[in-house]
């Protein structure tokens, strides 16, 4: 069943407990889960992979119940159809008391995964499509409103454009804000300059322009000019996340129209003059499918830099070095 994103009050979620969550705005999936499952305990996150890696060990703790547990709330993130084998098997079992949620990334019409829970009567499908800047400034001015902070329009203008249009970054960046506004009256441009500097930390972002140019020689300097350590791995991971997002976008609208200029022209939010040329350059170098297996290895990266934070930057190191060599022809 086919449900809008705005429309989730609609949801019965005893009646109908598979929920695919599939699209690019993060964000707003976290949001709707959240109203989903208000007041609910006993969420079980899971990446596709462990699932899949660890099959049955899955099946036998999902079908297995303690008998303090009411329901079973399980998610599933970054699922793609390689899932749907058994999730066809759990539906099967009619098991009472649970709820099963899908993270999923854009998915084409043709995706047997999202056929499946369009059709199903057990099933939700909702998509999520990315914010523009007229949602997310109006998201903003909601929250500095309702919170009673004082800020100027251009500075409130500042805070959404360095977000690149990531609504869950704009919300992390809004609530820095109401903190120091419990201690200033109200929020200057310095202020915001200082809050938001992770978002353009210029060395990490060059040593990620670079990578994504295949500058390995620049690559190099950046990395033995500046001292990073563990504390940055997870800083400059979540960095090139969103620098690989916006790269995808781009890549995948010069797929279409296959006018590069009229890519850089057509871009949200703009790109600033003094990196239109390096971004030529990763658009022409990665295709949107080349793009996209990144995305994926930086998901995967980020479940072992937890594991190992004492060697993030290490791990990091040799990541971006594989990237910077690897094939990209489109």
């Given amino acids: 069943m086919i449900i809008k994103s705005f429309e989730i009050n609609k949801i019965d979620i005893k009646k109908s407990p598979y929920i695919l969550l599939y699209g690019k705005n993060e964000g707003l ?9 208000k007041n609910k305990n006993n969420i079980s996150n899971y990446e596709e992979k462990e699932v899949l890696d660890n099959y049955n060990f899955f099946l036998e703790n999902l079908f297995s119940k303690s008998l303090f547990e009411q329901e079973k709330i399980i998610i599933i993130k970054r699922a793609t159809d390689k899932i749907l084998k058994i999730l066809n098997e759990i539906i099967n079992k009619n098991l009472e008391d649970l709820i099963f949620i899908i993270y999923s990334d854009n998915l084409e019409k043709r995706s047997k995964l999202r056929n499946f829970f369009e059709k199903d009567k057990k099933c939700i499908c909702i998509a999520f499509y990315p914010d523009n800047e007229q949602t997310l400034t109006k998201l903003a001015f909601n929250f500095i409103k309702q919170k009673k902070i004082l800020i100027a329009n251009s500075n409130l203008n500042l805070i959404v454009n360095r977000c690149n249009g990531d609504r869950e970054t704009l919300l992390n960046e809004l609530n820095k804000i109401e903190l120091l506004s419990k201690s200033r009256k109200k929020i200057t441009q310095e202020d ?5 500097n992770l978002i353009e930390n210029h060395s990490i972002a060059d040593l990620i322009d670079n990578c994504l140019a295949k500058n390995t020689k620049q690559i190099l300097k950046i990395l033995n000019e500046n001292n990073f350590n563990n504390d940055d791995g ?7 996340l969103n620098k690989c997002k916006k790269i ?6 010069f797929k279409r129209n296959k006018d590069i200029n009229l890519t850089i022209l057509n871009a949200k939010p703009p790109i600033f003059w003094k990196n239109k040329e390096i971004t030529k350059k990763q658009i ?3 295709s949107p499918e080349k793009i ?3 995305i994926f290895k930086i998901y995967d990266i980020e479940l072992v830099l937890k594991k190992n934070m004492n060697n993030s930057i ?8 594989e990237q910077s060599n690897s094939k990209t022809s489109n």
Avoid: Q
């Fill in 234 to 240: 997870i800083i400059i991971l979540r960095s090139f």
């Fill in 284 to 286: 022409l170098l990665w």
């Fill in 29 to 37: 999936k976290k949001e709707t889960t959240n109203a989903l499952l």
């Fill in 292 to 294: 996209k297996e990144i």
């Fill in 248 to 253: 995808f976008i781009l890549s995948d609208e």
């Fill in 314 to 321: 290490n791990i990091i190191t040799d990541f971006i070095l």
């Fill in 192 to 196: 915001i300059e200082k809050l938001t």
